[in-house]
């Protein structure tokens, strides 16, 4: 008896603990998911990282997430929709860029501001984008680079020609 009712609480707090997590997370929802913030819209080369729901930041400060991410079929780039809060206006010719939140993954949109005057209306396109960077890709150019010098394709078997 004294086993099962042992259990039976150590149960009961598991389940609590779960419902605490569920509440804390349901609570550091974005206000930009609402219906009090508006869009706007940005192209990459890449958008490694980006999926709905990923944070879009100023300054390190979270002003709102990306809605949609989908393939444009004219440039084929990867057209991301930014929900921005209200209360957020970003001046024109500010910058979006895809940066890394950790050496271990997660990106996010990082938002560059610009010194404007005129703020983007909602629907506007970013002008000026950078995509993601290919950490790999980077890592295996800078250790192709360690040859030492360059390859001039010659086996040594051939002849050479004069130039004119």
Request: glycine content about 14%.
């Amino acid at each position: 008896m004294r086993e099962s009712l042992f259990e039976a609480l150590v149960g009961l707090v598991v389940v609590a603990v779960a419902g605490f997590f569920l509440v804390f997370s349901l609570s550091q929802r974005s206000d930009a998911s609402t219906g009090d913030s508006y869009d706007l819209i940005a192209k990459f080369d890449r958008a490694d990282g980006v999926s709905p729901g990923t944070d879009v930041r100023v300054a390190g400060v979270k002003v709102g997430t990306v809605r949609s991410v989908k393939l444009d079929q004219t440039t084929f780039k990867a057209e991301a929709r930014l929900a921005i809060k209200k209360d957020v206006q970003i001046p024109e010719e500010s910058a979006a860029q895809i940066q890394s939140d950790s050496l271990l993954g997660g990106s996010y949109i990082h938002i560059q501001i610009s010194g404007m005057p005129d703020n983007m209306q909602p629907g506007s396109k970013f002008e000026y984008t950078r995509g993601s960077m290919d950490i790999l890709g980077i890592l295996l150019e800078a250790v192709g680079g360690l040859g030492g010098g360059e390859s001039t394709g010659d086996t040594g078997g051939g002849s050479e020609e004069a130039l004119p």
